[in-house]
């Protein structure tokens, strides 16, 4: 029995200051001698800490630090201390439970593996893969998200797939692509070692990744300690040792970062042969943060101008610089475009891919990084790009399937609209494991009544009965981290194995197993009848993993369990080039960016549309990072007369996630027990508010009750931690979530759980209003949702809609051509054009009759509508041919984004003979539209001229 230290009161422990390196101090906690020790990592947080797991007769009695671990030196903080304990709580789930009669009951593995893989059976003849979606974690391990992965996407081929990786790291990703062309941090955590200077964007380092604050503060501790500068609207610990911290408004991030961009490059401290050399898009910068002097800053952001010079004297001054962030830009306004303006700050200064360089777009889950490199998360696997059919190929071949079963069409659903999905009930089976969204995800009302719905069939794969899993309708028991082997990568690219160390509870498996099980069941095959899925344990599925990064930015192929075993963490790439892990990317400025390698071809930072393939390609930058530049927008929700506080959620110290783990430590609970409302000392005294005070908080989506802790945050600013829901206490309304809002980043799509209005009412006792009322009444709702799905489902034919509003489409358009060949038969062109695409759409009108046939016609007559308003007035002479020609673009338009649609559909039905139609026909629709799009321009300035020596007449 040891405890090496007090990590509950001494969160980060004894300072160790720097002199040349970082030392080793071995942080352990075992309750009784251990018999012997499993190598391992701490799953609790992105940081990866290296542990080795103290086993004593087949139980988890501890863990220490591994001192020759890059990325902690044996330290271990208190979640990584004791967050383990919960391996061996009594409430683990030890067998599967399936509804039946509305209530969970035991149940056989045999019947819950047949229940899913019939129902899963009866989905897919029924309304095909597309109904099923899988909503996975940030805590499973590599080789379970890639086999779940290739299930998804070679087994099934549906393109619903997410993990609640969306929640916390997806604008990491999204931001890394959009700036680098694909994921994978630049830095390293040794980075912090030599670095000048720190910047932290909404990153609460200190609570989210303990050990990462302790190499910090040991730097700030030591001689050449680096300068801080800190971005977030609260007074965290990280933010009161900042040398400047600037706190602004919330959703302001991009008005404060523009600001500091502008003062740096206005000063000149810019790196102008790098920035030739290695970026594109400086100018656009240049000039979108022109705008953004220091006067406009502080009147948006309300940073004063003085604190914004200052940060910008250190950034622009520095000779290294590591940039780091986390949720107070991703989980926020405009959380992409403000995630890229840090990318920028260290290109212009041309600090990346050297020491003390770099950028950390910091995950949150402890697995995330897997989550997104293995394709769990909708992404595809090695970092692929589903735009690009060169991608979708390699992966055909690698998974030896045809092309046209991996889901690549548009681009895969994230979680938010997976959940719409199942709402609108096109998603009829929805399998989450490892994850707990109904407390994580926003608007909890809402997420509550779509489990609910009788409709959707939910699996719930987990260790413990959760606030999600008391709505499923079966239930898989999971093993734990301890209980099964495989490898995880935290947020510096840092790989470790976790060994086996004891087993399961009662007849718990591990995810990899449950998988694997669902895989035989649906007897999924490859293209020469083999089985799909060729692995069939934790290590074997690691090899088949190395094969499919091989050559891409997450390269694993130079790694191996036997190395991962002999070492403490192997960065990737790993592989002939670095068989010992590499430290930085892009050393020498050359990125990801080059078209037939990047991950993605970017999108507008406003709005998310996608650059096209072809647009991208015709700039190809060829290893050159982007500029992106963005304008401030303001967030669609703030405070107003009803609801006049600016809400705030996240996290602290003591838990993860939803406390599903941390809150069966008996010491962790005990240090942070319950939510609490933190509030701004003058607004308390104006509410006349004390604190421990009961206060009820409530936005337009929901309330929840809790103690006021007074002062750390700006004026007007409420801040709720979302740990909490009620599987340990239901006694009232405390998940952050029951009042945030549904809203996403729209490039990334992560939720905006940073920013909400509410209002604050002081209540007189300790709340005793359940949260089972509010689930109460979306049971009402949910009644109500269900009889609407239930009469739509009778009603809802819409590729039937879709074909007939085509096929009435193409009779219009043919008829149109006709009538404007006739009415303009003395232009040649038009004559012979327009007859020529008259039985163009005769043929598509012949065509679709087959797949009417399959497929049913629902005849609406909305082209007709469309065509009849179209077509008016006088049409002779020049200007009758451009008001032709225009109308016949519209209505070719219509029938082209018909085709569109159609194509979607063709692709996730796999009908082949469909695809072609859509795919030749759709072509020849766009080839309409193309020549009335030239002949409008050559015919405008004939059919407009006015007699320029009027002109003045209209000025
Ligand atoms: S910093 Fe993170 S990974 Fe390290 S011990 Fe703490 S919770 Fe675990």
Redesign the pocket.
């Known amino acids: 029995m040891s405890y090496t230290r007090d990590s509950i009161n001494q969160i980060w422990g004894e300072r160790t200051p720097y002199f040349e390196e970082w030392s080793e101090r071995i942080d352990e906690r075992t309750i009784d001698t251990a018999d012997h020790w499993v190598q391992s990592a701490?799953i609790?947080?992105s940081?990866?800490?290296g542990v080795d797991i103290a086993v004593k007769e087949g139980r988890v009695i501890g863990v220490r630090g591994r001192g020759d671990d890059h990325v902690?030196k044996g330290r271990?903080?208190p979640?990584?201390l004791h967050g383990w304990e919960a391996n061996n709580s009594s409430d683990r789930l030890t067998s599967p439970l399936i509804r039946s009669d509305g209530k969970l009951r035991p149940a056989t593995w045999i019947e819950a593996m047949n229940l899913v893989a019939e129902k899963s059976r009866e989905i897919v003849n029924k309304h095909s893969a597309v109904a099923i979606g899988f909503y996975t974690s940030g805590q499973l391990f590599l080789e379970e998200y890639y086999t779940l992965a290739v299930i998804g996407k070679a087994g099934l081929g549906t393109p619903h797939m997410d993990g609640n990786t969306r929640l916390c790291t997806a604008t990491a990703g999204q931001a890394l692509k959009e700036t680098f062309g694909t994921d994978g941090q630049p830095a390293s955590y040794s980075d912090l070692d030599t670095t000048e200077a720190i910047l932290h964007v909404g990153h609460n380092v200190a609570e989210a990744?303990?050990?990462?604050w302790s190499r910090i503060l040991d730097r700030r501790r030591g001689p050449h300690p680096p300068k801080l500068v800190v971005i977030d609207p609260r007074e965290t610990v990280t933010a009161k040792e900042a040398d400047v911290h600037l706190a602004p408004i919330l959703g302001t991030n991009v008005a404060v970062l523009n600001g500091l961009l502008n003062l740096i490059i206005e000063s000149g401290q810019i790196d102008p042969s790098f920035i030739d050399e290695h970026t594109v898009g400086f100018e656009f910068l240049r000039d979108t943060v022109a705008l953004w002097k220091p006067k406009r800053v502080e009147e948006v952001s309300g940073v004063p101008t003085e604190k914004l010079k200052a940060a910008a004297d250190i950034l622009g001054s520095t000779k290294s610089l590591v940039s780091s962030v986390l949720q107070g830009v991703y989980q926020t306004n405009q959380a992409t475009a403000a995630a890229v303006q840090v990318n920028n700050l260290n290109l212009i200064r041309g600090l990346i891919g050297k020491h003390g360089c770099g950028v950390l777009q910091m995950n949150g889950q402890?697995t995330a990084q897997n989550t997104r490199e293995s394709g769990a998360n909708g992404d595809l696997p090695g970092f692929r790009n589903w735009d690009n059919p060169a991608h979708i190929s390699e992966l055909a071949n690698i998974w030896n399937v045809d092309p046209g079963i991996i889901p690549h069409w548009a681009p895969p659903t994230h979680a938010m609209q997976i959940f719409r999905y199942c709402e609108t009930g096109s998603i009829r089976m929805l399998w989450i494991s490892a994850t707990n969204p109904a407390v994580s995800l926003p608007d909890l009302a809402r997420i509550r009544r779509i489990l609910q719905q009788e409709s959707l069939f939910v699996i719930v794969q987990d260790a413990f009965m959760t606030e999600t899993s008391e709505l499923a309708d079966v239930v898989l028991p999971a093993a734990l981290w301890g209980e099964k082997t495989g490898c995880f990568t935290n947020a510096d690219r840092t790989v470790h194995i976790s060994h086996k160390a004891v087993e399961p509870p009662g007849e718990a498996k591990s995810d990899l197993d449950i998988f694997l099980e669902y895989a035989k069941r649906m007897d999924f095959r490859d293209k020469d009848g083999g089985p799909l899925i060729k692995w069939s344990n934790a290590e074997e599925a690691f090899e088949a993993w190395k094969v499919c990064s091989r050559g891409r930015p997450c390269d694993y192929s130079g790694m191996s369990y036997e190395k991962l075993s002999r070492v403490s963490g192997i960065q990737w790439p790993c592989n002939e080039k670095y068989p010992d892990g590499c430290e930085h990317l892009y050393v020498g400025g050359t990125f990801n960016t080059a078209a037939d390698y990047c991950e993605d071809y970017g999108h507008d930072l406003r709005t998310g549309a996608m650059r096209t393939p072809e647009q991208y390609k015709a700039n190809d930058p060829r290893g050159r990072a982007f500029l992106h530049a963005a304008d401030y927008e303001p967030p669609h929700e703030s405070p107003d007369k009803d609801y006049p506080f600016w809400l705030t959620t996240g996290r602290v110290v003591y838990h993860f996630h939803t406390r599903t783990k941390t809150g069966r430590s008996k010491e962790l609970n005990e240090a942070a027990p319950d939510v609490f409302v933190q509030l701004h000392e003058q607004d308390a005294s104006e509410l006349e508010i004390a604190e421990g005070d009961f206060v009820r908080v409530e936005s337009r989506r929901g309330s929840i009750m809790g103690p006021v802790g007074i002062g750390g945050v700006l004026r007007n600013h409420v801040f709720v931690p979302f740990h909490y829901g009620y599987w340990d206490d239901d006694s009232y309304a405390r998940a952050a979530n029951e009042l945030t809002i549904t809203e996403w980043d729209p490039v990334s799509k992560q939720p905006h759980f940073k920013y909400a209005a509410v209002r604050i009412t002081k209540i007189n006792s300790h709340p005793t209003a359940s949260p089972n009322q509010l689930i109460e009444e979306a049971q009402t709702r949910s009644e109500e949702s269900r009889s609407l799905i239930d009469k739509r489902d009778e009603s809802e034919k819409h590729i039937a809609d879709s074909l007939g509003m085509l096929r009435d489409a193409e009779r219009k358009i043919a008829s149109a051509f006709k009538s404007v060949a006739e009415r303009h038969s003395d232009e040649p062109d038009i004559l012979q054009t327009c007859q020529r695409f008259e039985r163009v759409s005769q043929v598509h009108e012949e065509s679709l009759k087959r797949f009417i046939s399959i497929y049913g016609e629902a005849v609406e007559h909305e082209a007709s509508r469309v065509s009849n308003s179209l077509f008016q007035g006088p049409r002779s002479g020049g200007y009758g041919l451009l008001r032709d020609l225009h109308d016949l673009y519209l209505l070719t338009t219509e029938a082209y984004l018909a085709w569109m649609v159609l194509l979607q559909t063709a692709q996730a039905l796999r009908d082949k003979e469909f695809i072609a139609c859509c795919t030749k026909l759709g072509d020849e629709t766009e080839g309409q539209r193309a020549w009335l799009q030239t002949r409008l321009k050559q015919a405008a300035p004939q059919a407009l001229l006015i007699d320029t020596s009027e002109r003045q007449n209209f000025k």
């Open positions: 701490c609790l947080c940081n990866g800490c902690n271990l903080g979640k990584g990744q303990t050990v990462l402890p």
